[in-house]
């Protein structure tokens, strides 16, 4: 018996429409890419640009006066070395470990957390005097928080007028604590970004679930540690990261209140770059330490994400 097979029909002609989309011309992927060409050319000369020259003034003993200001010589990894060998220079990791811990992800982190908690639960009064207060300091230029906080902390200032009221004996707090008082200082300034941002998570949170785990018998606390953190860890994670590295780089507020000082005591890792590099004239050893920073900033970045992809996993 002969069987017959019937013709396979002929695939459809692509439509003009999709014809060209595989090979579409490279050069009209370019002519698109041209509305971002001056974008591209300003990252490139304002951030690119002065990252090479880093990279290449942190092997060098590039300098403001001296030999290094006449003849630049590359000097490997003498920078670093010298560095890693400094009493001065590892002083300056621990107090901006300290700094970072007790500032930010210590303090900005549990007050931001606390006040959006507050303010979500509370009346319209105090969330409007609350978020004014909070928000104010935040918007303060930093050397004019840095005055009113050192008029706080200093000998005669407000923190021990309040001590001395209620039968205690104050102290000058910039001089016996400076690393303290920096810290609260930065706190101060600086929680309101994380009361934002977890009072924006916060809103996204259904209170029907909330409101389920509280008729399962969920006390305030196992809610907050059970269900509503758990519902907001991403946010968590995201403002660790970004208030950490802000505080790794804070400068201004530190060299107002205390220089650095008494001594090195409060001399955080920017405060001693910007020593080695302008009122030392070390401008490759300071470009080092810039180096480090910067490390030590992609550290903690690596970490928080590591944390986002788990949490999106």
Same mark, same amino acid.
């Given at each position: 018996?002969?069987?017959?097979?019937?013709?396979?029909?002929?695939?459809?002609?692509? %439509?003009?429409?999709?014809?060209?989309?595989?090979?579409?011309?490279?050069?009209? $992927?370019?002519?698109?890419?041209? +509305?971002?060409?001056?974008?591209? !050319? =300003?990252?490139?000369?304002?951030?690119?640009? +002065?990252?090479?020259?880093?990279?290449?003034?942190?092997?060098?003993?590039?300098?403001?006066?001296?030999?290094?200001?006449?003849?630049?010589?590359?000097?490997?990894?003498?920078?670093?070395?010298?560095?890693?060998?400094?009493?001065?220079?590892?002083?300056?990791?621990?107090?901006?470990?300290?700094?970072?811990?007790?500032?930010?992800?210590?303090?900005?982190?549990?007050?931001?957390?606390?006040?959006?908690?507050?303010?979500?639960?509370?009346? $319209?009064?105090?969330?409007?005097?609350?978020?004014?207060?909070?928000?104010?300091?935040?918007?303060?230029?930093?050397?004019?928080?840095?005055?009113? =906080?050192?008029?706080?902390?200093?000998?005669?200032?407000?923190?021990?007028?309040?001590?001395?009221?209620?039968?205690?004996?104050?102290?000058?707090?910039?001089?016996?604590?400076?690393?303290?008082?920096?810290?609260?200082?930065?706190?101060?300034?600086?929680?309101?970004? %994380?009361?934002?941002?977890?009072?924006?998570?916060?809103?996204?949170?259904?209170?029907?679930?909330?409101?389920?785990?509280?008729?399962?018998?969920?006390? !305030?606390?196992?809610?907050? =540690?059970?269900?509503?953190?758990?519902?907001? %860890?991403?946010?968590?994670?995201?403002?660790?990261?970004?208030?950490?590295?802000?505080?790794?780089?804070?400068?201004?507020?530190?060299?107002?209140?205390?220089?650095?000082?008494?001594?090195? $005591?409060?001399?955080?890792?920017?405060?001693?770059?910007?020593?080695?590099?302008?009122?030392?004239?070390?401008?490759?050893?300071?470009?080092?330490?810039?180096?480090?920073?910067?490390?030590?900033?992609?550290?903690?970045?690596?970490?928080?994400?590591?944390?986002?992809?788990?949490?999106?996993?």
């Amino acid at each position: 018996m002969t069987t017959t097979v019937a013709p396979t029909a002929a695939a459809p002609a692509p %439509s003009g429409k999709n014809a060209g989309r595989g090979g579409r011309p490279r050069a009209a $992927k370019l002519v698109r890419m041209l +509305p971002l060409s001056p974008a591209i !050319g =300003l990252m490139v000369v304002f951030l690119a640009g +002065p990252i090479i020259y880093c990279l290449y003034a942190a092997f060098t003993n590039m300098a403001l006066t001296g030999t290094g200001a006449n003849e630049v010589q590359f000097v490997g990894l003498d920078n670093f070395r010298k560095a890693f060998s400094s009493g001065a220079f590892t002083n300056a990791i621990w107090l901006t470990l300290v700094f970072t811990l007790i500032s930010a992800i210590i303090g900005q982190n549990t007050l931001g957390l606390g006040l959006a908690l507050l303010m979500r639960r509370s009346t $319209k009064v105090v969330r409007n005097f609350v978020g004014t207060a909070v928000i104010g300091a935040w918007v303060l230029p930093e050397v004019v928080a840095a005055y009113l =906080l050192s008029a706080f902390f200093n000998e005669e200032g407000t923190l021990n007028v309040m001590l001395h009221a209620v039968g205690l004996p104050g102290q000058d707090w910039l001089y016996a604590a400076p690393i303290i008082a920096v810290s609260l200082a930065n706190i101060w300034r600086g929680t309101a970004f %994380s009361m934002l941002v977890y009072s924006a998570a916060l809103s996204e949170v259904p209170k029907e679930i909330e409101e389920s785990a509280e008729m399962d018998g969920a006390t !305030g606390l196992r809610r907050l =540690l059970f269900v509503t953190l758990p519902m907001i %860890s991403r946010a968590i994670m995201t403002n660790l990261m970004l208030i950490t590295l802000q505080t790794l780089s804070v400068f201004g507020l530190i060299f107002a209140m205390t220089r650095g000082g008494p001594g090195t $005591k409060s001399q955080t890792l920017p405060l001693y770059m910007y020593e080695q590099a302008f009122s030392f004239s070390q401008i490759g050893y300071g470009t080092a330490i810039a180096l480090v920073m910067l490390a030590i900033g992609a550290v903690f970045s690596l970490i928080y994400l590591r944390g986002l992809n788990s949490e999106a996993a």
